[in-house]
């Protein structure tokens, strides 16, 4: 059983330039979730997915953030012209609902730096 | 709005004492969930427990167990007999259901353990 992969782990870029970040949840969940975390903090939502649809972004997800989920499977994270408080780490996170609540399965984040 | 609230930053403890890491939560629904999460160093997030607002037992799985109370809105957990393998940073987070199918996780700030041998 393979857990939720994210690619690349971790990326350094200089500021205005666009990154891009993938997640591959765990096979057959359909809920994909995308988090913030950064240093000395809990991870903060910033957009969840139910199959393709994206069904909520968070404040935090300026203009400057792009996410997709074109098949229901895999999912992308884009930040546009990239600035130094965009550094942080980037956890996905897959779930399947039941009846009652699911936890979600978090992957092992994508560091980015922006210097 | 939902908050959750872990007081304490950093915690140190010699291995085989018992410590509890504190969580207080903030929410205007009635159905709620609420869940513990450890971080070790490699960074991953591992699911430890979740409860739901109408289960108030207390939980007992190993040396890990959990104590919930609404009166005071805390959900508080202990390691009984510590191991440096449980040095980690731990995150409370409440899940609630606005708009019927939202169930995105606030999570505290974490609380820093470290077992020392």
């Known amino acids: 059983d393979t857990g939720v992969s994210q690619d690349p782990r971790h990326k350094i870029t200089k500021r205005g330039q666009n990154v891009t970040f993938r997640c591959d949840p765990i096979s057959e969940h359909n809920r994909l979730y995308w988090y913030r975390q950064t240093l000395g903090q809990g991870p903060e939502f910033l957009t969840y997915f139910q199959n393709e649809a994206q069904l909520e972004k968070s404040r935090l997800l300026s203009d400057r953030f792009s996410a997709e989920r074109p098949k229901g499977s895999f999912s992308t994270l884009e930040i546009q012209r990239t600035e130094q408080g965009d550094s942080a780490m980037y956890l996905c996170?897959?779930?399947?609902?039941?009846?009652?609540?699911?936890?979600?399965?978090f992957g092992p984040g994508t560091r980015l730096t922006v210097t | 709005a939902q908050k959750v609230t872990q007081a304490q930053t950093e915690i140190s403890v010699v291995e085989k004492e018992d410590v509890t890491l504190d969580c207080v939560y903030e929410?205007?629904?009635?159905?709620?969930?609420l869940f513990w999460y450890k971080q070790p160093p490699s960074g991953e997030l591992v699911f430890l427990i979740r409860?739901?607002?109408?289960?108030?037992q207390n939980e007992i799985s190993g040396r890990y167990s959990w104590n919930f109370q609404k009166s005071t809105s805390s959900f508080n957990f202990t390691i009984t007999a510590s191991q440096v393998v449980d040095s980690a940073v731990y995150f409370c987070a409440l899940s609630d259901f606005s708009g019927g199918i939202n169930y995105k996780l606030t999570f505290g700030k974490g609380t820093l353990l470290t077992v020392n041998p």
């Open positions: 996170a897959s779930s399947l609902p039941r009846d009652t609540l699911y936890e979600q399965y």
């Open positions: 929410t205007r629904d009635t159905t709620y969930y």
């Open positions: 409860r739901n607002s109408f289960d108030e």
